[in-house]
């Protein structure tokens, strides 16, 4: 079993900058694939950023790629999201997500239903 932490969410105007932070506990936090994931009202929840066991593989959805940098340290069993120039269209509640590692293909880490542990979301508003 994996816990999982969302922290780091608050308000924030357009073109700032916001970094969230998943802390897990229980197993060996280094041998799972971890992801983001977001959901806006009325909305599917939907694919953000992923990121391999051993940091070395990131993948974002376009809708971020070049604003978020999903990154981890597994000395401190932590995945954070450095999310920058940060559009009204970005708020929703974050979900921090994780599996044990293996060699799917990519386009599976952006599944919802790839994922076993997912943390308790945390909220993300962004004023224009």
């Known amino acids: 079993q994996v816990q999982l932490v969302e922290s780091g969410g608050g308000k924030v105007q357009a073109g700032g900058s916001l970094n969230l932070s998943c802390a897990a506990t229980?197993?060996?936090?280094?041998?799972?694939?971890a992801g983001w994931f977001r959901q806006a009202p009325g909305k599917e929840r939907e694919f953000v950023a992923a990121?391999?066991?051993?940091?070395?593989?990131?993948y974002y959805s376009d809708s971020v790629k070049g604003r978020f940098t999903i990154s981890r340290d597994n000395a401190k069993n932590t995945v954070y999201l450095q999310m920058n120039s940060l559009k009204p269209e970005d708020t929703a509640v974050y979900y921090c997500?994780?599996?044990?590692?293996?060699?799917?293909?990519?386009?599976?880490?952006?599944?919802?239903?790839?994922?076993?542990?997912w943390g308790q979301g945390t909220q993300v508003t962004v004023s224009s």
């Open positions: 997500a994780a599996d044990r590692a293996s060699t799917r293909v990519p386009s599976l880490l952006r599944r919802v239903n790839e994922y076993d542990y």
């Open positions: 229980g197993r060996t936090f280094s041998s799972y694939d």
């Open positions: 990121i391999r066991w051993g940091g070395g593989l990131t």
